[in-house]
Nanobody
Framework: QVQLVESGGGLVQAGGSLRLSCAASGRHFSNYVMGWFRQAPGKGREFVAAINGKGDSTDYADSMKGRFTISRDNAKNTVYLQMNSLKPEDTAVYYC?????????????WGQGTQVTVSS
């Protein structure tokens, strides 16, 4: 069982940056792939990025490449999402997720989400 708690969301102006954190409780954090997803109002949940257990393999949605960076600190049981050059269309609730397998769709464990609002 893995419990996930996101933090770091907030209001930022377009062009600004935010760093989201996701703290995981439970055992064997490094055994899990960690992913970030987002859901904008009136839209479905969208894959953002994922990182494998060792932290040496990442995957990004095309629209986030070059602007967002996923990383993890297994000693702290935490995964991060550094978001730069933010745009109003990045406004969404951002969720972290965990699963033993790398992917863009199915994740077994989810956090409660953190709101990111980008003003124009």
């Amino acid at each position: 069982q893995v419990q996930l708690v996101e933090s770091g969301g907030g209001l930022v102006q377009a062009g600004g940056s935010l760093r989201l954190s996701c703290a995981a409780s439970g055992r064997h954090f490094s055994n899990y792939v960690m992913g970030w997803f987002r859901q904008a109002p009136g839209k479905g949940r969208e894959f953002v990025a994922a990182i494998n257990g060792k932290g040496d393999s990442t995957d990004y949605a095309d629209s986030m490449k070059g602007r967002f960076t996923i990383s993890r600190d297994n000693a702290k049981n935490t995964v991060y999402l550094q978001m730069n050059s933010l745009k109003p269309e990045d406004t969404a609730v951002y969720y972290c997720a965990a699963d033993p397998l790398m992917g863009r769709h199915y994740y077994n464990y989810w956090g409660q989400g953190t709101q990111v609002t980008v003003s124009s």
